[in-house]
T-cell receptor, first 112, second 114 residues
Framework: AQSVAQPEDQVNVAEGNPLTVKCTYS??????LFWYVQYPNRGLQFLLK??????LVKGSYGFEAEFNKSQTSFHLKKPSALVSDSALYFC??????????FGTGTRLQVFP | NAGVTQTPKFQVLKTGQSMTLQCAQD?????MSWYRQDPGMGLRLIHY???????DQGEVPNGYNVSRSTTEDFPLRLLSAAPSQTSVYFC?????????????FGPGTRLTVL
């Protein structure tokens, strides 16, 4: 079965510094990978996805993610963190044909 | 468009009671799904539907029923509530039945079972 792992429960970063939220995957076949964000007391919002093509995927709010096949990783990155980026981030993978499997989530805390 | 709507926002049940969580979308999406969110466990898929009249089980379907009589609505029924079903429930939808499409999530229903 397809799965994703988010090894960090929480990531702390100072405002203005670069941030990375880690995700590794385990799939059979081609991976379809996603990042979603959840702000407090809200539903999840789509950030970006990798289906095929360029290994660097750009998404909403200045986020990007790098697909690395050899390391089976899909880390989320942003060059300069904002306090408003503080939220819960989920990595997800498609489990064919019709399921989407989420990781356990990483809480990002950006300090002023 | 209202997007994906869920009712109620909050609900408290006693063990053994039944109830239905409502989910509706006005985007003419084929694919709809239900997740539960628990601390440290992320989101787990309960049931999903690839179109009206078609439903299937996800990772944690026990204790829940679904139906999809229309494209717009996808209610989740708890048959006999148990404390283990205390959770936040999210409904999601996407345009096509393939899950490569962006999922749109509702605001969630926070359920407590006493």
């Amino acid at each position: 079965a397809q799965s994703v792992a988010q090894p960090e429960d929480q990531v702390n970063v100072a405002e203005g510094n670069p941030l990375t939220v880690k995700c590794t995957y385990s799939v059979s076949g081609n991976p379809y990978l996603f990042w979603y964000v959840q702000y407090p007391n809200r539903g999840l919002q789509f950030l970006l996805k990798y289906i095929t093509g360029d290994n660097l995927v750009k998404g909403s709010y200045g986020f990007e993610a790098e697909f690395n096949k050899s390391q089976t990783s899909f880390h989320l990155k942003k060059p300069s963190a904002l306090v408003s980026d503080s939220a819960l981030y989920f990595c997800a993978v498609r489990d064919p044909p019709d399921k989407l499997i989420f990781g356990t989530g990483t809480r990002l805390q950006v300090f002023p | 468009n209202a997007g994906v709507t869920q009712t109620p926002k909050f609900q408290v049940l006693k063990t053994g009671q039944s109830m239905t969580l409502q989910c509706a979308q006005d985007m003419n999406h084929e694919y709809m799904s239900w997740y539960r969110q628990d601390p440290g466990m992320g989101l787990r898929l309960i049931h999903y539907s690839v179109g009206a009249g078609i439903t299937d089980q996800g990772e944690v379907p026990n204790g829940y029923n679904v139906s999809r009589s229309t494209t717009e609505d996808f209610p989740l029924r708890l048959l006999s509530a148990a404390p283990s079903q205390t959770s936040v429930y999210f409904c999601a939808s996407s345009f096509r039945q393939t899950t490569t499409d962006t999922q749109y999530f509702g605001p969630g229903t926070r359920l407590t079972v006493l």
